[in-house]
């Protein structure tokens, strides 16, 4: 395992305290074994589901993450239903046998299986105990999806329910209604859920994109208890859904309408970017990520204010303050870009997809606001809108990790100048986390450094180049 850490508060917005963003190498260094670090921020009109993990390399897919709920005690859509507490968060992820520190040496990792509420079977596994999510007949119940994996996304279905759609991301949405929905990692939803069949235990279906998945023996699958019926295992059929989750059916529900002078490339700064990839790595405009040894804050915060100046070189793009940006996002078909769908994540702010991917519409006038969206599949692409009016070091990157990992990330850096003013002080024990992190030995710094490469050697052939991480030698 790694020793160190950082956390992030995704989907948090952290208006003037990016140095609590919790970015490993673009908002602070990590926090080394036996030392802690206090994030102090607030989240002002900020309300629904977001969640943490560590942004460390690949740490979360070895469990560092969880939901984290803002509730708000005048939701509009209140009236939608009865029960909305911590029985009705719903969290999606993946779970590997072999720890991350090995598998991020892998070109192609693959998940053993995926959990719900931390709880799953895999493929000749034993029948362990499954997620009960437990409902009274007659109640209104708003779930909160979570997907937390490192990888896959999830079709997510209940049997003889339906469900409304009712948040994305932390933003509320007009209510609509369908019967199954897929969700990207780091994305999350809130459904409401009628209670109203017959008293029964009925599956709860989260369907990954992972290589011959199945619901065989209870994989992929949690259980919705009604009060009253036996605590066994549902009996229920799955029935193919007939009214599937289009993101573009889905529309903001408070101020709704993107940023800007609605028409494609009518915005302030318009910025075109090209997915690639090269044996495994993966370069945006030809460039592949790689974390600077000091953080983009910290270069900021120390003078450095062009992009020729900011590290890493041609990862890190300068945008002007209070600007529209307008983003695309290509995946093309030649060369080939694996390992699609891709989950677009930018820290600091929620976007306006105003062209989802594998979609020919437009629509400024009322589209979905989040924080996560798939940039699809090859020769598809997504348009995003957002306004700088945050200043800092802001990480947008692919959420399946170990892409993150293998490159897939920018940094945008909202107006470095004022960055420093628009900081609340920054805390002294911020200023002491990049001496005391390179300041460890590698076994303080675990991951194993050779020895993991070693160990990914032997389960396959198919591996990155050997390339030490920040502080490792």
């Given at each position: 395992?790694?020793?160190?850490?950082?956390?992030?508060?995704?989907?948090?917005?952290?208006?003037?305290?990016?140095?609590?963003?919790?970015?490993?190498?673009?908002t602070?260094?990590?926090?080394?074994?036996?030392?802690?670090?206090?994030?102090?921020?607030s989240?002002?009109?900020?309300?629904?589901?977001?969640?943490?993990?560590?942004?460390?390399?690949?740490?979360?897919?070895d469990?560092?993450?969880?939901?984290?709920?803002?509730?708000?005690?005048?939701?509009?859509?209140?009236?939608m239903?009865?029960?909305?507490?911590?029985?009705?968060?719903?969290?999606?992820?993946?779970?590997?046998?072999?720890?991350?520190?090995?598998?991020?040496?892998?070109?192609?990792?693959?998940?053993?299986?995926?959990?719900?509420?931390?709880?799953?079977?895999?493929?000749?596994?034993?029948?362990?105990?499954?997620?009960?999510?437990?409902?009274?007949?007659?109640?209104?119940?708003?779930?909160?999806?979570?997907?937390?994996?490192?990888?896959?996304?999830?079709?997510?279905?209940?049997?003889?329910?339906?469900?409304?759609?009712?948040?994305?991301?932390?933003?509320?949405?007009?209510?609509?209604?369908?019967?199954?929905?897929?969700?990207?990692?780091?994305?999350?939803?809130?459904?409401?859920?009628?209670?109203?069949?017959p008293?029964?235990?009925?599956?709860?279906?989260?369907?990954?994109?992972?290589?011959?998945?199945?619901?065989?023996?209870?994989?992929?699958?949690?259980?919705?208890?009604?009060?009253?019926?036996?605590?066994?295992?549902?009996?229920?059929?799955?029935?193919?859904?007939q009214?599937?989750?289009?993101?573009t059916?889905?529309?903001?529900?408070?101020?709704?309408g993107?940023?800007?002078?609605?028409?494609?490339?009518?915005?302030?700064?318009?910025?075109?970017?090209?997915?690639?990839?090269?044996?495994?790595?993966?370069?945006?405009?030809?460039?592949?990520?790689?974390?600077p040894?000091?953080?983009?804050l910290?270069?900021?915060?120390?003078?450095?204010?062009?992009?020729?100046?900011?590290?890493?070189?041609?990862?890190?793009?300068?945008?002007?303050?209070?600007?529209?940006?307008?983003?695309?996002?290509?995946?093309?078909v030649?060369?080939?870009?694996?390992?699609?769908?891709?989950?677009?994540?930018?820290?600091?702010?929620?976007?306006?997809?105003?062209?989802?991917?594998?979609?020919?519409?437009?629509?400024?006038?009322?589209?979905?606001?989040?924080?996560?969206?798939?940039?699809?599949?090859?020769?598809?692409q997504?348009?995003?809108?957002?306004?700088?009016?945050?200043?800092?070091?802001?990480?947008?990157?692919?959420?399946?990790?170990?892409?993150?990992?293998a490159?897939?990330?920018?940094?945008?850096a909202?107006?470095?100048?004022?960055?420093?003013?628009?900081?609340?002080?920054?805390p002294?024990?911020?200023?002491?986390?990049?001496?005391?992190f390179?300041?460890?030995?590698?076994?303080?710094?675990?991951?194993?450094?050779?020895?993991?490469?070693?160990?990914?050697?032997?389960?396959?052939?198919?591996?990155?180049?050997?390339?030490?991480?920040?502080?490792?030698?």
């Amino acid at each position: 395992m790694f020793l160190s850490t950082s956390v992030h508060w995704h989907g948090i917005f952290q208006n003037g305290t990016n140095y609590a963003d919790g970015t490993s190498f673009v908002t602070q260094c990590p926090i080394a074994q036996n030392h802690s670090f206090v994030h102090n921020f607030s989240a002002p009109n900020q309300a629904g589901t977001y969640w943490y993990h560590s942004h460390y390399p690949v740490q979360y897919c070895d469990g560092l993450r969880g939901a984290l709920v803002i509730y708000d005690p005048d939701d509009p859509l209140a009236y939608m239903y009865d029960v909305d507490d911590a029985s009705t968060v719903i969290t999606l992820s993946d779970w590997y046998h072999v720890v991350a520190p090995v598998m991020r040496h892998l070109i192609d990792a693959d998940a053993n299986s995926t959990l719900i509420n931390g709880l799953g079977r895999y493929a000749g596994g034993p029948a362990s105990e499954l997620a009960v999510i437990n409902v009274e007949q007659g109640k209104r119940y708003r779930l909160r999806l979570v997907a937390m994996s490192c990888d896959p996304n999830f079709n997510f279905t209940i049997d003889g329910h339906i469900f409304t759609v009712i948040e994305a991301d932390g933003q509320l949405t007009e209510p609509l209604v369908v019967d199954q929905l897929q969700i990207f990692a780091g994305q999350r939803y809130s459904v409401v859920l009628v209670a109203n069949q017959p008293v029964d235990n009925y599956w709860i279906r989260s369907l990954p994109n992972l290589v011959n998945p199945s619901f065989e023996g209870g994989q992929n699958s949690a259980i919705l208890r009604y009060q009253g019926a036996p605590q066994v295992d549902p009996t229920t059929a799955y029935v193919p859904p007939q009214n599937i989750l289009a993101e573009t059916n889905l529309h903001a529900l408070i101020n709704p309408g993107a940023p800007g002078i609605p028409g494609y490339g009518n915005a302030d700064i318009n910025l075109h970017f090209k997915v690639t990839n090269d044996t495994g790595l993966f370069y945006i405009n030809n460039v592949t990520f790689s974390p600077p040894s000091i953080p983009v804050l910290l270069q900021i915060l120390s003078g450095a204010q062009d992009p020729f100046q900011l590290l890493p070189d041609g990862s890190v793009y300068v945008l002007g303050h209070n600007k529209v940006v307008e983003l695309t996002m290509e995946i093309p078909v030649v060369p080939n870009v694996p390992g699609g769908p891709h989950p677009i994540h930018i820290h600091g702010h929620a976007f306006d997809v105003v062209q989802s991917a594998g979609n020919s519409t437009f629509n400024y006038v009322n589209p979905v606001r989040r924080d996560v969206v798939s940039a699809g599949n090859p020769g598809q692409q997504m348009v995003i809108r957002w306004t700088t009016d945050n200043s800092g070091p802001w990480f947008l990157h692919c959420h399946i990790d170990w892409h993150l990992d293998a490159g897939f990330a920018v940094v945008m850096a909202e107006s470095p100048s004022d960055t420093a003013a628009h900081l609340n002080p920054v805390p002294k024990e911020w200023d002491q986390l990049c001496p005391t992190f390179y300041s460890l030995t590698p076994t303080q710094l675990g991951g194993e450094g050779r020895l993991s490469w070693e160990e990914a050697a032997s389960i396959t052939t198919l591996l990155f180049p050997e390339t030490p991480l920040p502080g490792h030698k």
